[in-house]
């Protein structure tokens, strides 16, 4: 039988391609390309090779964000996972409460960012502020805008607050999927709470943990309007995160060069984790 | 090891709200003799399950009492009671290896770690799990799976009894009787009592010494493969047991013998004449046979089984079914039939009566 050849079918991939390089491709090469030059305007472009990368890895400022930053997501994810895990756990498997609990799950994630934002830094008000005023009136000295301290807890509290809706979601997911006959059969063997949980439950949810765990890790890795709107970064660099720290030098400085190097490397370490992890977790599945 | 009996058991499940609840088991009274091969047979829904499950703890029955020879065991909890149940779709730990898949219920229980290895190395022998012992469980076949199931309840060596339901339902149809013989032969090996779950009436009656036939929570009828065959004491089990089952024909009675249709039918065992309720006869189609005198039939399909024919025959619109030898001529002209009368029963609103119900 003869085919036919048509190439005109290439065509049909093209609204995808130059969709693809507009949202993707386009922006990107011009970050790289601000990464290896230096520009005074006018279109006016001077060869800078690795300058601006040798510039942003040695600076000290980059290195206090990246160490911020990796502290803060280690500290969500720490806090999220576990609690998370815990509450899909204990949530109702069966009647009318599943749905209320779902909905009430999933109230915090409908919440825009900025929102959320500006809701946490009024509730957290050390004068007016539910939070803030109950803290004060009991005796402790708390105020997110002058503490360090206390700029960091309301942060990761309110990220907590956020998001650990997600790990939960996707956590109960994974439970519901488990036959019956797992815990019946786990009952005839005798096995503790700890082991069904250790032994069916855990391994049931390796999965969506996987993925819960890799989508918090990005999302609080480059996380911006949340401690942006709350606490502007503040005090001092204290809550200075890397996404914070690289509006600051491209559009507070105008330094276009380092920043877009920044990019770069802020993207290229969110990849590398998000494949080390994932491999990971992957290698150990097919043992 | 012991004898498990049950007294007056019934259980209804939970009804949806303003709703009367629904027996799924109605008044079990049953005695599993320790050391017996018992079949639980009958068809989806008719409460097998529920029955097994208050057996093995999983479920409390909500009225009735469960004894362990004398002990009472209703409401002990599942992991006090030394039974041990396969289910239907396959149960491993996954993350463990075969190993630690059998030693988990000896673990548990927390036995010697050197008395676990040599029961497991014992039971793995049995299973032929040998060469799998160190493979992570997740990677086995289908009915790979179902041995280490298997093997977790056979390890413990304390076990009253060990429960199937439905343990074959996902097995390939040639590794099901293999499997099937296999538990037969651990069976006579180890001596401990095995109830086993099933629709399939073939793997109930290769499998069992003794089948317990259940129809709408009720257990209809115990008894030997041979016993439910000869003598169905529950249209029902007639129904079920024998393929194609048994012919049940509305029947009066005269001095004790039925009448079917103005035919005299002969049975060894005619009943009074003061029955009130519905009668029938009831006779197996492989003791229909064509005679030279009796009921006036018309042919109305024969289907060639290869070893033997079904022959379905009409007489004044009910219709009988007959078993034939493959080789044997069906006559056309004018044929008629004539039923065994030692095989030929008498059933009054569903249930068997008249003579010869306990020979």
């Known amino acids: ?42 279109n006016v472009f001077f060869w800078e090779g690795t300058t601006w990368f040798e510039q942003v890895l040695r600076s000290d400022r980059f290195h206090d964000a990246l160490v911020r930053q990796l502290l803060y997501t280690g500290m969500i994810l720490a806090i999220e996972v576990p609690l998370g895990i815990g509450v899909a756990l204990t949530m109702p498997r ?55 301290v206390a700029a960091w807890m309301t942060t990761v509290l309110m990220d907590v607050w956020h ?24 009952h005839i063997d005798g096995a503790s709470r700890w ?35 709350l606490t502007g970064g503040g005090p001092g660099n204290t809550t200075t995160f890397l996404s914070i720290d690289l509006v600051k030098i491209a559009l507070g400085q105008f330094d276009l060069g380092p920043a ?27 043992q | 090891m012991a004898e498990i009996r049950f007294k007056n058991v019934q259980h209804a499940y ?20 320790d050391g017996g091969a018992y079949a639980l047979l009958g068809p ?58 059998l030693a988990f219920p000896l673990r548990n229980r927390g036995m010697d770690e050197t008395a676990v290895k040599q029961r497991v190395a014992q039971i793995a022998e049995m299973l032929d799990l040998t060469a799998n012992l160190n493979k992570r469980a997740s990677g086995l076949t289908a009915d790979g799976k179902q041995k280490i199931s298997l093997g977790r309840g056979l390890v413990r060596s304390d076990v009253n009894a060990i429960l199937f339901d439905e343990p074959l339902t996902v097995i390939d149809p040639h590794l099901k009787w293999q499997l099937r013989s296999k538990l037969k032969e651990l069976h006579q090996q180890t001596g401990v009592t095995m109830i086993y779950v099933t629709h399939d009436q073939v793997e109930a009656l290769t499998f069992a010494d003794k089948v317990v036939v259940m129809y709408d929570g009720a257990v209809v009828q115990v008894g030997t493969p041979v016993e439910l065959f000869n003598r169905p004491k529950h249209k029902f089990v007639g129904y079920f047991i024998g393929s194609p089952g048994m012919n049940f024909l509305p029947c009066k009675l005269d001095r004790g013998q039925p009448v079917f249709h103005n035919n005299l039918l002969n049975t060894s065992y005619p009943v009074g004449n003061d029955l009130s309720g519905r009668t029938e006869v009831g006779v197996r189609p492989e003791f229909v046979e064509f005679t030279d005198d009796g009921i006036p039939v018309v042919i109305d399909k024969i289907e060639d089984l290869g070893r033997y024919q079904v022959v379905t025959v009409k007489h004044e619109s009910e219709v009988i079914k007959m078993v034939v030898d493959e080789d044997q001529q069906i006559p ?6 004539q039923f065994n009368p030692d095989m030929t029963r008498i059933y009054c609103d569903d249930w068997l009566v008249g003579g010869g119900q306990n020979e």
């Open chain 1, 1 to 42: 039988m003869n085919k036919t050849l048509n190439q005109k079918a290439w065509w049909l991939v093209a609204p995808v391609l130059v969709l693809v390089a507009f949202n993707a491709f386009i922006p990107l090469m011009t970050v790289v390309n601000y990464a290896f030059q230096e520009t005074f305007g006018n």
């Open chain 1, 94 to 148: 069966k009647g009318p409460w599943v749905s209320v609990c779902l909905v009430l799950m999933a109230l915090p994630l409908l919440i825009p960012w900025n929102v959320v934002g500006a809701m946490w830094n009024i509730f957290a008000l050390p004068d007016i502020g539910l939070l803030g005023h109950t803290l004060n009136s009991m005796g402790i000295d708390y105020n997110f805008t002058r503490q360090p």
């Open chain 1, 163 to 186: 998001w650990t809706s997600l790990v939960v979601l996707l956590c109960y997911a994974g439970l519901s999927s488990i036959p019956d006959d797992y815990y019946q059969a786990a």
């Open chain 1, 195 to 229: 082991a069904i949980f250790r032994y069916i439950q855990l391994p049931k949810m390796k999965r969506v943990l996987t993925i819960a765990i890799l989508l918090r890790f990005m999302d609080s890795f480059m996380i911006y309007t949340e401690p942006f709107v």
């Open chain 1, 260 to 286: 877009a190097a920044m990019s770069l490397i802020y993207f290229l370490v969110v990849l590398l984790i998000c494949w080390v992890f994932y491999t990971l977790m992957m290698r150990n599945e097919e």
């Open chain 2, 14 to 33: 939970p009804p949806p709200k303003g709703q009367k609840p629904v027996y799924a088991l109605k008044e079990v009274n049953q005695i599993w003799e």
């Open chain 2, 44 to 101: 989806s829904g008719c409460g097998k399950t529920t029955l097994l499950n208050t057996i093995s703890g999983l479920l409390t029955p909500s009225e009735g009492e469960i004894y362990f020879d004398d002990q009472e065991v209703t409401h002990l909890p599942t992991s006090d009671r030394r039974i041990a149940q396969v289910f239907q779709f396959p149960v491993v730990y996954d993350t463990m290896t075969v190993f630690d898949n």
């Open chain 2, 332 to 337: 056309t002209d004018n044929p008629k039939i």
